[in-house]
């Protein structure tokens, strides 16, 4: 299945289910958020989600409103892999610190060559979402199809971030030692 988020004049933006890499489970969700620091993006509402690459398989895709949600940016792509790498990124997050930083973290098969090997990636925003920082590789891999409880067959979609001026909290489901188990990290 699947579940389009409508933006006015776009709608790229999804959450995917059923299929590789969380075989039952969900790929992604939507997640918004709204900037509160006292810079020239107060106010500015966000978007993180995926959509169909253009030559690989999802990318996490990020767009802003300045108007209280009327309009929307065109979608960009946060992930800086090779477009046609055919990997997949699933599962992002995104949260917002006060000083208006924008962060990003999601699931990546990049440096695998398997679609049910993942790497926790992040990245982030200092101009309201208008460029992004280079990617960067912050847990080991971990095998999505492994660890599921009984009958469930998928990863749980046990993710959340909460952003500060200093860096970001992330908690996240992973099977590092053979069982699905939550983590958290903190990075900054």
């Excluded at 940016?73 to 992930?79: A, C, F, G, Q």
Aim: proline share 4%; net charge negative.
């Amino acid at each position: 299945f699947e579940c389009l988020a409508y933006l006015p004049g776009y709608t790229s933006f999804f959450a995917v289910g059923g299929g590789v890499p969380n075989s039952y489970g969900l790929h992604g969700q939507l997640w918004i958020a709204t900037d509160h620091s006292r810079g020239t993006t107060r106010g500015s509402v966000y978007l993180l989600g995926l959509r169909l690459g253009q030559l690989d398989l999802l990318d996490l895709a990020f767009s802003r409103s300045s108007d209280g949600g009327a309009t929307w940016s065109d979608p960009i792509r946060v992930n800086d892999d090779p477009e046609d790498s055919g990997a997949w990124q699933w599962f992002g997050m995104m949260s917002v610190a006060p000083n208006g930083r924008i962060d990003a973290v999601w699931n990546d098969t990049r440096n695998t060559g398997a679609v049910n090997l993942s790497e926790l990636y992040y990245s982030s925003s200092m101009d309201g979402g208008l460029a992004w920082s280079t990617n960067i590789t912050i847990s080991p891999v971990f095998d999505s199809w492994i660890g599921w409880p009984s009958g469930q067959g998928k990863i749980g979609d046990y993710y959340h971030m909460v952003s500060d001026n200093l860096g970001v909290n992330v908690a996240y489901a992973a099977t590092f030692n053979s069982e699905q188990d939550i983590y958290f990290l903190r990075i900054g």
